[in-house]
């Protein structure tokens, strides 16, 4: 699986929460106001998209219709994956201490952290 642009995950941003097959210009409009993007622009990133195998166009319904290839559930997994090897060596752990020695944390978020946790354990 290759890794989207900021761009593109935006498109599929608006293709996942859409749950069912999406036209260009729902895809447009939906991106108004992030984006100030043409059709054509639009186009050929979801063509882009379509060649990395993210997206598939149904042309058999006189409008192109796209649907997501694949999970936004598996993408952030292996974009998870990457990021912890990446930048803190597969330790969980020494995210949280880095995300806490800076401030990022809050403890509404520890509670929120320690409450999650709390409930894996139980199942």
């Given at each position: 699986?290759?890794?989207?642009g900021?761009?593109?995950?935006?498109?599929m941003?608006?293709i996942?929460?859409?749950k069912?097959?999406?036209t260009?210009?729902y895809?447009?409009?939906e991106?108004?106001?992030?984006r100030?993007?043409r059709l054509s622009?639009?186009?050929t990133?979801?063509s882009?998209?379509?060649?990395?195998?993210?997206?598939?166009?149904?042309?058999?319904?006189?409008?192109?219709?796209?649907?997501s290839?694949?999970?936004?559930?598996?993408?952030?997994a292996k974009?998870s994956?990457?990021f912890?090897q990446?930048?803190?060596n597969?330790s969980?752990?020494?995210?949280?201490a880095?995300?806490?020695?800076n401030q990022?944390?809050e403890?509404?978020d520890?509670a929120e952290?320690?409450e999650?946790l709390?409930k894996?354990?139980e199942?």
């Amino acid at each position: 699986m290759k890794k989207l642009g900021e761009a593109e995950l935006e498109i599929m941003q608006v293709i996942w929460n859409a749950k069912t097959p999406v036209t260009s210009n729902y895809i447009l409009k939906e991106l108004f106001g992030q984006r100030k993007w043409r059709l054509s622009t639009l186009m050929t990133s979801l063509s882009r998209l379509g060649e990395k195998g993210f997206v598939a166009c149904d042309r058999s319904t006189g409008s192109n219709l796209y649907t997501s290839m694949i999970s936004e559930n598996d993408y952030k997994a292996k974009e998870s994956r990457n990021f912890l090897q990446r930048l803190y060596n597969n330790s969980i752990p020494n995210m949280i201490a880095t995300l806490h020695s800076n401030q990022m944390l809050e403890e509404s978020d520890l509670a929120e952290l320690r409450e999650f946790l709390d409930k894996l354990e139980e199942r």
